[in-house]
């Protein structure tokens, strides 16, 4: 791709970012900031947990945002009974007596890791390597995954047994959590009235797989002023209670705060937030826009938290 500039270059991620957002409309009723904060996290290199209760399109989503990308697509639903190999694959003996690795469902671009809570921790980390590394490591050998390399892994929030809920260390490894809502009544007519007719859309592709590379690393390259990486660190350790720097609320409501992979997602998410806003640098509002995502999963809340309801949006919301 040939830019005379990066100006260019960012001007052209904002037209392209427009494109697919009214590709992904014309299957996708509502839903804008799911939406917008899903592509920030692509863009952003970084994953999503998605929480949501059934029957919400979930993957109907993904599925729509991978063939607007140009992606390739594939979905696990994790079980009790998922082992490692049914997600990074496993090595056979072929006819010449020689092992042979067959890839599993994990080397794709964009993968769907449905109810990723319903499967032992064992099987999660199988997951979880792939995301940090984009690599595999099996019988010793390393092999690398296709690039772009996205994982959105959904929890449904309503059933607990039977469930291994993820530790905080690895929940760490996602850049946004995001809350999936029911729609309104408008939406839901709306999705009633498009989806019981037998209506099949066609999708354009609006970017391939280098453009998308091109695009991760050239909303790496947008400048910050050290006034909004200031806002974003302090906002943080905020959030760490009992240290010199900590809110009341945090020392109140809190048992843990967020890390410093927190303050580097903040300033990743606000620079592609500033980009799709038409800005060629980010400003402290960029990086309120993408705290909550970002911060949800982050904050463990103590049991007076949670006696008290006050919930950990709630608790972000004071922070900011």
Known sequence: MKYTSDV???DAFVE???ALKSEIAKVIVGQDEIIKNTLISIFSQGHVL???VPGLAKTLLINTIGQALGLSFNRIQFTPDLMPSDIIGTEILDENRKFKFIKGPVFANIILADEINRTPPKTQSALLESMQEKA???AGMSYKLGQPFF???TQNPIEQEGTYPLPEAQLDRFMFNLILDYPSFDEEM????RTTVGQDVELKEVLDAESILFFQQLLRKIPVADN???YAVKLVTKTRPNTPASNEWANMYLN???GPRASQFLIVGAKTHAAISGKYSPDIEDVKAVALPVLRHRIVRNYKAEAERVSVDDIINKFL
Do not use: I, M, P
């Open 256 to 258: 843990w705060g967020a």
């Open 8 to 10: 260019e270059a960012v």
């Open 151 to 153: 994982v959105l892994a």
């Open 16 to 18: 392209k970012y427009k």
């Open 50 to 52: 998605l929480v949501g």
């Open 190 to 193: 709306d999705v009633v009235k």
């Open 228 to 230: 909004v990486l200031e």
């Open 136 to 138: 595999v490591t099996v």
